[in-house]
């Protein structure tokens, strides 16, 4: 793969700082849900926003994206 630019690095990072607060965020709020069915589609968004994570997680990985 090619050597990502520095706008790309940054806007990857800026993603996956995105999704990780979103996380935060989403976990914070499922325990104020009483209605069993938000809940559960709270619990999908928690479980699909940490599949989004590994995703990049992997990209960075697998591509050496920081160069280590």
């Known amino acids: 793969m090619r050597k990502l630019a520095e706008g790309e690095v940054l806007s990857l990072t800026g993603l996956l700082k995105f999704e990780s607060d979103g996380l935060a965020v989403a976990k914070t709020m499922q325990s104020l ?8 589609q709270a619990e999908s968004d928690v479980l ?21």
């Open 33 to 40: 849900i009483k209605d069993d069915e938000l809940k559960r």
């Open 48 to 68: 699909a926003a940490e599949g989004r994570i590994k995703g990049i997680q992997q990209f960075i990985n697998e591509n050496s994206v920081t160069g280590l």
